[in-house]
């Protein structure tokens, strides 16, 4: 016995010391790095020929270091928190508008209904020149932000230059509140539908507020919209959960490195409705708090999935405070749904060294619902009824995240001074057409990365000299690309319609006006109300 307690006592010696000399050699390296960093910063700033911003090349570091981590580890400056409260909050003092930072030029994109930039005449395409005689052209985005937003009740003088004319405007900022359900109404044959765009402080009673006055209407049967829902708060989404499950289940489990950061999320108020038939839309730019949504009612078999793969982001962030009012958010840990399932897509932490980040696990990994029924993890949550449309392609991608449809939509609100109703207005083919004619006369507002490096070709070509007998052939070629170019675009028509459709009827009837027009012409929600209304096919998905 003598032997064997020995025997132990020196493993239990062994491993303090093994831990003890670990977290030494980790505390060093730390210290030696910041070391470094501390001294190449204090000799960059003294000897560097050019005067340097030491808060801008700070936040440039850092930043590059938290997003070599994962795209949600974030540094924020003194700005940055404020930034994050509004997110978090929904509310703020300002004019009430969705700008749009880029090349120096800060430009309208959305107006909020009845807020005060609204009441002072600016609109979406407009540009900000100078705020209080500040030049914007002198700012960065953040510091932009800044100078737009204020205290309610105070004056805020604007320079802004809309169709190659500048004007004067004078807005007084309110406290703008943003509401996360934009839109819910009653469709077809007793259906309520309700959209709501993020999981702020105040998305779950907005949600049961929309809910109960749609049962007042006589809502028998519900749609819930999380499509481009990117998520937010954690408690949120199972306060939202909660609405229609039993007190006292589990919603979702977090599991961190930190074990005090490990938690069991239940919940905890008696639910408003067990019976009523819901069917939830999901689509790939549906994220976290949505997933957490989807998945947990998915479980518990309480609710139809409808639409696309969501986007599979199954990390939780948490706010850390740091020093001189800044912080970080930060990666503490994962969630799984009541089955089990992550539904992580991406492992960040194996990111190869060009930048490629392998995924977590396959879909074809199984879970079991409340029912019985099998459902998937990784990748996302996977619809109970998939809505397949066509594959992206690359080209259209571009399209997407182009300035054309924004820069069309202006010029046709411009042209246009009226439209049809959003239940009413559909853009047609001859529209389709006029906007494929708009990308060939302003080719820079849409360029491929073929046209580019085709581009660049010619330009290097013509610094050598080379290019005497290649302009005839790269005028053909160009005009070949294009035409592809538009082939390519025809294959995603419908969904180029749609956003287009969007764009347009903001302009004249702000974000309610979008939902009003999908809940006509959507096949999503057709899909939905489809299943709805037919009792049998809805209890055969959910597994009863």
Same mark, same amino acid.
């Given at each position: 016995?003598?032997?064997?307690?020995?025997?132990?006592?020196?493993? #239990?010696?062994?491993?303090?010391?093994?831990?003890?000399? *670990?977290?030494?050699?980790?505390?060093?390296?730390?210290?030696?790095?910041?070391?470094?960093?501390?001294?190449?910063?204090?000799?960059?700033?003294?000897?560097?020929?050019?005067?340097?911003?030491?808060?801008?090349?700070?936040?440039?570091?850092?930043?590059?270091?938290?997003?070599?981590?994962?795209?949600?580890?974030?540094?924020?400056?003194?700005? +940055?928190?404020?930034?994050?409260?509004?997110?978090?909050?929904?509310?703020?003092?300002?004019?009430?508008?969705?700008?749009?930072?880029?090349?120096?030029?800060?430009?309208?994109?959305?107006?909020?209904?009845?807020?005060? *930039?609204?009441k002072a005449g600016i609109k979406p395409?407009?540009?900000?020149?100078?705020?209080?005689?500040?030049?914007?052209?002198?700012?960065?985005?953040?510091?932009?932000?800044?100078?737009?937003?204020?205290?309610?009740?105070?004056?805020?003088?604007?320079?802004? !230059?809309?169709?190659?004319?500048?004007?004067?405007?004078?807005?007084?900022?309110?406290?703008?509140?943003?509401?996360?359900?934009?839109?819910?109404?009653?469709?077809?044959?007793?259906?309520?539908?309700?959209?709501?765009?993020?999981?702020?402080?105040? *998305?779950?009673?907005?949600?049961?507020?929309?809910?109960?006055?749609?049962? !007042?209407? +006589?809502?028998?049967?519900?749609?819930?919209?999380?499509?481009?829902?990117?998520?937010?708060?954690?408690?949120?989404?199972?306060?939202?959960?909660?609405?229609?499950? @039993?007190?006292?289940?589990?919603?979702?489990?977090?599991?961190?490195?930190?074990?005090?950061?490990?938690?069991?999320?239940?919940?905890?108020?008696?639910?408003?409705?067990?019976?009523? @038939?819901?069917?939830?839309?999901?689509?790939?730019?549906?994220?976290?708090?949505?997933?957490?949504?989807?998945?947990?009612?998915?479980?518990?078999?309480?609710?139809?999935?409808? +639409?696309?793969?969501?986007?599979?982001?199954?990390?939780?962030?948490?706010?850390? @405070?740091l020093s001189y009012g800044t912080q970080?958010?930060?990666?503490?840990?994962?969630?799984?749904?009541?089955?089990?399932?992550?539904?992580?897509?991406?492992?960040?932490?194996?990111? =190869?060294?060009? +930048?490629?980040?392998?995924?977590?696990?396959?879909?074809?990994? $199984?879970?079991?619902?409340?029912?019985?029924? $099998?459902?998937?993890?990784?990748?996302?949550?996977?619809?109970?009824?998939?809505?397949?449309? @066509?594959?992206?392609?690359?080209?259209?991608?571009?399209?997407?995240?182009?300035? *054309?449809?924004?820069?069309?939509?202006?010029?046709?609100?411009?042209?246009?001074?009226?439209?049809?109703?959003?239940?009413?207005?559909?853009?047609?083919?001859?529209?389709?057409?006029?906007?494929?004619?708009?990308?060939?006369?302003?080719?820079?507002?849409?360029?491929?990365?073929?046209?580019?490096?085709?581009?660049?070709?010619?330009?290097?070509?013509?610094?050598?000299?080379?290019?005497?007998?290649?302009?005839?052939?790269y005028a053909e070629i160009f005009s070949?690309?294009?035409?592809?170019? #538009?082939? !390519?675009?025809?294959?995603?028509? !419908?969904?180029?319609?749609?956003?287009?459709?969007?764009?347009?009827?903001?302009?004249?009837?702000?974000?309610?006006?979008?939902?009003?027009?999908?809940?006509?012409? =959507?096949?999503?929600?057709?899909?939905?109300?489809?299943?709805?209304?037919?009792?049998?096919?809805?209890?055969?998905?959910?597994?009863?």
């Open positions: 016995m003598g032997k064997i307690k020995k025997w132990t006592i020196g493993v #239990f010696v062994g491993l303090a010391l093994l831990v003890t000399t *670990a977290f030494q050699s980790d505390f060093f390296e730390i210290a030696k790095q910041i070391d470094i960093y501390t001294t190449l910063f204090k000799e960059l700033n003294m000897y560097y020929i050019d005067a340097v911003n030491p808060a801008k090349l700070s936040n440039k570091a850092i930043s590059s270091m938290l997003e070599s981590l994962d795209p949600y580890t974030r540094y924020y400056d003194e700005q +940055g928190v404020e930034d994050a409260r509004i997110a978090a909050t929904g509310e703020y003092g300002g004019i009430g508008v969705v700008t749009r930072y880029k090349n120096n030029n800060l430009t309208i994109r959305e107006l909020l209904k009845n807020s005060p *930039a609204e395409g407009d540009k900000i020149l100078k705020i209080n005689d500040v030049e914007v052209r002198d700012f960065d985005e953040s510091g932009v932000a800044a100078l737009l937003n204020g205290l309610p009740n105070t004056k805020v003088n604007l320079q802004i !230059e809309r169709q190659n004319k500048k004007m004067e405007l004078s807005v007084v900022r309110e406290k703008i509140t943003v509401n996360p359900v934009p839109h819910y109404t009653m469709l077809a044959n007793e259906v309520g539908y309700i959209s709501f765009t993020t999981f702020n402080e105040k *998305a779950s009673s907005e949600v049961k507020k929309a809910f109960l006055d749609l049962k !007042e209407q +006589g809502m028998k049967k519900l749609i819930i919209d999380v499509r481009g829902n990117p998520g937010g708060l954690l408690n949120e989404a199972v306060s939202i959960a909660n609405f229609f499950i @039993p007190k006292d289940k589990i919603v979702v489990t977090t599991k961190a490195k930190i074990e005090k950061w490990s938690d069991t999320f239940k919940t905890l108020q008696a639910p408003m409705d067990l019976e009523i @038939p819901i069917a939830i839309l999901i689509n790939n730019r549906s994220a976290s708090a949505s997933e957490i949504l989807a998945g947990s009612l998915q479980d518990y078999d309480r609710a139809v999935i409808i +639409g696309e793969r969501s986007f599979g982001k199954g990390l939780v962030q948490r706010y850390l @405070p970080m958010k930060i990666t503490i840990s994962k969630y799984y749904t009541p089955s089990g399932r992550c539904i992580q897509e991406l492992d960040y932490t194996n990111t =190869d060294e060009k +930048g490629n980040v392998p995924k977590f696990t396959k879909s074809t990994e $199984t879970y079991k619902t409340e029912k019985g029924r $099998t459902v998937y993890g990784g990748g996302g949550i996977f619809p109970d009824v998939e809505i397949e449309k @066509p594959t992206t392609t690359k080209t259209t991608e571009t399209l997407l995240n182009s300035d *054309a449809f924004f820069n069309f939509a202006t010029q046709y609100f411009y042209e246009n001074p009226t439209i049809a109703e959003p239940s009413k207005f559909k853009f047609v083919d001859a529209d389709y057409a006029s906007f494929k004619s708009y990308l060939g006369k302003n080719q820079a507002a849409f360029e491929t990365k073929t046209e580019a490096e085709f581009k660049k070709a010619l330009e290097t070509a013509s610094a050598e000299k080379l290019n005497g007998g290649l302009l005839k052939g070949a690309i294009q035409t592809e170019k #538009f082939k !390519e675009l025809d294959k995603n028509k !419908e969904e180029i319609i749609n956003n287009l459709s969007e764009e347009i009827i903001k302009r004249y009837y702000y974000a309610e006006g979008v939902y009003q027009q999908k809940a006509i012409f =959507d096949r999503v929600i057709l899909k939905a109300v489809e299943i709805l209304n037919n009792e049998k096919e809805y209890q055969k998905i959910i597994g009863q």
